[in-house]
């Protein structure tokens, strides 16, 4: 790999160990995410996919290893630091806050940027990938359907301007229509606004037909990796993962 | 029953009503914060309202009113910063820190001041103010006054501003708030320290009226605790609702409840009714509740995920 190449990656986690009190949840992961590509964490129930997430958004200190963020260590610091440096995580479940309006959702979701900053401006791009969010602006946030709430859940992390945006099983719960949607949108996240995206997802096959690249994580290690054409060529992953 | 006897409880009890609600309020924001009941609230009250009452000695009302909720506020930052971080997973442990801080300040207040009675000083004394039938003391019309400005300002607050909301859904959900690039901690912080600084305008305007003791507090927090209850822990306007009714139900009670036993024909009487006004008040509460668990103003207890 040339050294031109190498200054594109911006985030690289080398040798990652993390654990859950005496529960050593990853065993050494090491992965590259370069600027402007979706890539895809893929693997089972856990497998550690959102646990690597936990540590590069630092909701979880790692016990070994390096995470590094454009070309600085970042392992240890704390979530609001590393939002203010572009790392913006939609974590599991959504996490949204109901009982606040979808409008104020986003607006919070700004919270770590400079006070004068183009608030407006960042929510009608928000607006422009999920129009449906515009119409149920003031509406408690609550009261979304689960699509709906997931598109807020990534709207409001697109609001603190991300350097690389973290997403976390965004087909969770979803039917797969919605899915197909939801995907849609973080494709042209990606392919339009050029945002870089590491994305968790169990549902493999959507995920694939979306990242420039994917790890495999089998209980606490990354197993294998490779472009999607290559994953879907190998047999074994067919199996476990394609189920064809 | 005559009109201007009915006016005139409804109107004092939402005077004192209002400040249950601020205590109530108080104790709603820590209990959504941080999950539990600070049973101390009101004893952090009363030693800040001592601590005004030294300060009001030597400098005026309005400057020792001030310095007072600082000092609350500081005190309130600090238990959270100190003492509450610590324990702050722990359910039960937050259930004796709860009581801890009760016994701290209770014990601290009476050993440094003492139990005798201070009179506590009021800036509006004199004649009570008469409006259409209705007779109004000028501390409670001031009472209430600071009281609902507070609210509102706290209401606009909340509702308004950057950091209010990012307070609210600190409150409402810490992981995905720390996510948003807000400082928790600092915020959890705030929080405790705007509730104890709520709570030192309570005792500071109720106690001209029930006299400055260790002890001054222990009803009033009652009252509070059974205000928010009553709206619903999870809402700061049930609070100050649940403040109104518990203050207006007391003092109906309190004229009334010879009136409803004779008419009852019911085989006892009454000798004095203010022994009865609070355990009828209560009372009710917990009818209130046995028929709506979460509340007046409470989300209900089931939720969407």
Do not use: C
Not at chain 1, 193 to 206: C, D, Y
């Amino acid at each position: 790999m040339s050294t031109a190449v190498r200054s594109d990656v911006v985030l690289r986690l080398s040798g990652v160990r993390a654990a859950y009190g005496f529960i050593q949840a990853l065993h050494g992961v090491s992965l590259e995410v370069r600027e402007g590509t979706v890539v895809a964490l893929l693997g089972a129930n856990g497998a550690g996919k959102t646990t690597t997430l936990r540590v590069v958004s630092g909701l979880l200190s790692p016990t070994a290893g390096a995470v590094e963020f454009r070309g600085r260590n970042t392992s240890g610091m704390s979530p609001s630091r590393l939002v203010g440096q572009g790392i913006v995580h939609a974590p599991e479940g959504r996490q949204i806050f109901g009982d606040v309006t979808v409008e104020e959702n986003l607006r919070i979701g700004a919270y770590s940027r400079p006070w004068r900053a183009d608030i407006k401006g960042s929510m009608e791009q928000v607006f422009g990938f999920f129009p449906v969010l515009k119409e149920r602006r003031k509406q408690q946030a609550a009261s979304l359907s689960g699509g709906e709430q997931q598109m807020l859940a990534i709207g409001r992390a697109l609001m603190a301007e991300p350097r690389i945006l973290l997403l976390d099983e965004p087909s969770l719960g979803l039917a797969p229509l919605i899915v197909q949607e939801i995907y849609r949108i973080i494709h042209s996240l990606n392919r339009e606004k050029g945002v870089t995206i590491l994305l968790v997802e169990q549902n493999a096959s959507v995920a694939l037909d979306v990242a420039h690249y994917a790890y495999v994580l089998e209980t606490g290690r990354i197993a294998l990796s490779g472009t999607p054409d290559e994953l879907r060529g190998r047999e074994d992953v067919r199996r476990s993962y394609l189920g064809y | 029953m005559d009109f201007d006897t009915l006016a005139q409880q409804i109107v004092s009890g939402v005077m004192t009503g209002s400040i249950y609600g601020l205590l109530a309020l108080a104790m709603v924001m820590i209990f959504q914060s941080t999950s539990m009941f600070n049973f101390g609230q009101g004893e952090m009250a009363t030693f800040t309202t001592f601590l005004a009452w030294g300060l009001m000695l030597h400098v005026p009302y309005g400057l020792g009113f001030a310095l007072a909720v600082v000092i609350a506020f500081f005190i309130g930052a600090g238990l959270e910063r100190g003492l509450i971080r610590l324990v702050e997973d722990n359910p039960m442990a937050l259930i004796i820190v709860g009581l801890g801080i009760f016994l701290i300040f209770n014990s601290l207040g009476g050993s440094i001041w003492g139990p005798e009675p201070h009179s506590f000083p009021q800036p509006f004394a004199g004649a009570p103010i008469k409006f259409i039938g209705l007779t109004i003391g000028k501390h409670n019309l001031y009472l209430f006054v600071v009281a609902m400005v507070l609210t509102s300002v706290l209401y606009f607050f909340f509702r308004f501003t950057k950091l209010g909301l990012a307070m609210r859904v600190t409150a409402a959900n810490r992981t995905a708030a720390e996510l948003m690039g807000i400082p928790t901690g600092l915020m959890l912080m705030l929080g405790w320290g705007i509730a104890a600084a709520l709570g030192a305008v309570a005792g500071m305007l109720v106690a001209p009226i029930v006299v400055l003791t260790p002890a001054m507090m222990f009803f009033v927090l009652l009252f509070s605790f059974a205000a928010a209850v009553l709206g619903g822990l999870d809402s700061a306007p049930g609070a100050i609702l649940g403040g109104f009714i518990v203050a207006i139900t007391q003092n109906l009670v309190g004229v009334y409840i010879d009136d409803w036993v004779n008419f009852l024909h019911l085989p006892f009487d009454i000798e004095d009714p203010n022994q009865y006004r609070d355990i009828v008040a209560i009372g009710l509460i917990v009818a209130v509740l046995a028929i709506r668990p979460r509340g007046l103003l409470g989300r209900p207890l089931v939720q969407r995920v």
